[in-house]
């Protein structure tokens, strides 16, 4: 396996569910990102870590719950979703979060289609 | 709060057609990246645009970055069906760490 996967890649689930989507880099980066792509609006950041420690948290609702175990590894474990939380969940991994003014190209995986019913 | 508008939403034309995207903000940014995003897939970074006024070319690409470093726009020549996918501009905010501001994309039909 080479850049960033993601399983699964489709998921539907109910709303008392509890479920978790996979991320793996195979890159060796230090920073990976969880972000929400829904239909014509913009990504969305939910979850930022650098070298396993989260640096961003952007106001996500608490039925979303990252880890990261290690650089390579990332989830997002699911419960009691809400309809509206259907959408694409992109993972992306860069080499750095930060250093100086250095800009460090984010790589994609190819995300996980959602459906909460 | 940081917002990029992105114009037009949509965007369906013939082979062979010029096309511009453009992309907006009252925000200053350090740089502004352009991706592509297929179906099924993970958007792809296209360029990164760092200085204002700056102008890159890819291929048949062409992209600015303005002066005020607040806008960008895509320009793509001739345009080919495989070209067809969503643009997607991102906007890193100063002293933001890593953090990206996206656009909330332009879906591009190129008909053979």
């Known amino acids: 396996e080479t850049g960033v996967t993601q399983t699964p890649r489709h998921l539907v689930m109910g709303m008392t569910n509890k479920k978790s989507l996979k991320c793996e880099q195979h890159?060796?980066?230090?920073?990976m990102y969880w972000y929400k792509q829904s239909a014509k609006k913009p990504l969305e950041l939910m979850f930022v870590?650098?070298?396993?420690?989260?640096?961003e948290n952007n106001s996500v609702p608490s039925r979303f719950s990252p880890e990261c175990p290690n650089s390579s590894h990332l989830f997002l474990h699911l419960h009691t979703l809400q309809p509206e939380d259907s959408a694409l969940y992109l993972c992306?991994?860069?080499?750095?979060?930060?250093?100086?003014?250095?800009?460090?190209?984010?790589?994609f995986g190819p995300g996980t289609r959602l459906t909460v019913t | 709060t940081q917002l990029l508008e992105q114009s037009p939403q949509f965007l369906s034309i013939q082979e062979g057609e010029n096309l511009t995207v453009y992309c907006n903000s009252s925000?200053?940014?350090?740089?502004l990246q352009w991706y592509r995003q297929e179906p099924g897939e993970g958007p792809v970074l296209l360029v990164t645009?760092?200085?204002?006024?700056e102008v890159k070319k890819l291929k048949r690409l062409t992209f600015q970055f303005g002066d005020a470093r607040k806008d960008s726009s895509l320009h793509i020549t001739a345009a080919q069906p495989g070209d067809t996918g969503l643009y997607l501009c991102?906007?890193?905010?100063?002293?933001?760490?890593?953090?990206?501001?996206f656009g909330q994309g332009t879906e591009l039909s190129v008909k053979p």
């Open positions: 925000s200053v940014f350090s740089s």
């Open positions: 991102a906007g890193r905010p100063y002293n933001q760490g890593g953090k990206l501001i």
């Open positions: 992306a991994s860069s080499q750095e979060w930060m250093l100086g003014l250095a800009d460090y190209e984010q790589y």
């Open positions: 870590y650098s070298l396993e420690e989260r640096v």
């Open positions: 645009v760092v200085t204002g006024g």
């Open positions: 890159l060796g980066h230090n920073a």
